[in-house]
């Protein structure tokens, strides 16, 4: 049966949103997580966290207009989605985007509100808010297992 659990997380500032995303890469090395919230509230940090805490040694920027970014890190494929600029969730088919979920890789996908109808129900969400001084970051995580 599975499970439904959401954790509550107050990081103040890039620092701590990157250590955020380093602890979920302990947590979670593959399938789908989406991430959404407002514009600039730290959601590409977070991946950023994510990928230096699997092995990424370079930059990590928001894969706005090429739609997706990808890391092979020590044998895991990674992708990393930015659909803010997707006009159509049709787009996502034309790019073959259930070839990307249907390998053992993990997904990050922010804004996946723009694909509403193609992307599955996801292992976690995350939502980034503004809130107080820093940010809200809550993860609800949609299976048996804590993390995969």
């Not at 706005?64 to 049709?90: A, C, K, M, W």
């Amino acid at each position: 049966m599975s499970t439904f659990q959401t954790e509550l997380f107050t990081p103040h500032n890039e620092v701590e949103m990157e250590a955020l995303g380093a602890l979920l890469a302990q947590r979670c090395k593959r399938g789908l997580v989406t991430l959404q919230g407002d514009l600039g509230a730290g959601k590409t940090t977070l991946v950023r966290g994510w990928l230096r805490a699997l092995g990424h040694q370079g930059v990590v920027k928001s894969p706005t207009y090429t739609l997706v970014e990808s890391y092979d890190l020590n044998g895991q494929e990674i992708y990393h989605f930015d659909l803010y600029r997707l006009t159509d969730p049709e787009e996502l088919e034309y790019m073959g985007i259930r070839d990307y979920l249907s390998q053992k890789a993990l997904c990050l996908v922010e804004w996946p509100e723009r694909a509403t109808g193609i992307l599955p129900t996801p292992n976690l969400t995350v939502s980034v808010y503004y809130a107080n001084l820093g940010r809200e970051v809550k993860v609800n995580t949609f299976n048996k297992n804590k993390y995969l």
